[in-house]
């Protein structure tokens, strides 16, 4: 198996910010993209941003410009800087890594346990 252990949640008032991380372990082969998703309560799981191996960047509408994803390769981790922070950024937020174990090994999704980040005042 391949672990995601996230960090970095919490509460946080309007306008404020927040890095998340999310380190990926076990055997593996190689990481192709990472990527950050996020699942408000009664609403479907959507993708906040990505990033490919290569450092090419994708961003869903509703943050771009005030959230940035990067990676640090050689430690197989992914972060996600969150500025600006809105009420509706309020979610559970989700690592996710297109990865192989070995490599014979087919590419599949694997996926944290999820953090939860609340912006209230």
């Known amino acids: 198996q391949v672990q995601l252990v996230e960090s970095g949640g919490g509460l946080v008032q309007p306008g404020g910010s927040l890095r998340l991380s999310c380190a990926a372990s076990g055997i593996i082969f190689s990481i192709n993209a990472m990527g950050w998703y996020r699942q408000a309560p009664g609403k479907q799981r959507e993708l906040v941003a990505a990033?490919?191996?290569?450092?090419?960047?994708n961003y869903a509408d509703s943050v771009k410009g005030r959230f940035t994803i990067s990676r640090d390769n050689a430690k197989n981790t992914v972060y996600l800087q969150m500025n600006s922070l809105k009420p509706e950024d309020t979610a559970v937020y989700y690592c996710?890594?297109?990865?192989?174990?070995?490599?014979?090994?087919?590419?599949?999704?694997?996926w944290g346990q999820g953090t939860q980040v609340f912006v209230s005042s």
């Open positions: 990033i490919t191996s290569g450092g090419k960047t």
């Open positions: 996710n890594a297109d990865a192989q174990r070995y490599s014979v090994s087919p590419r599949r999704d694997y």
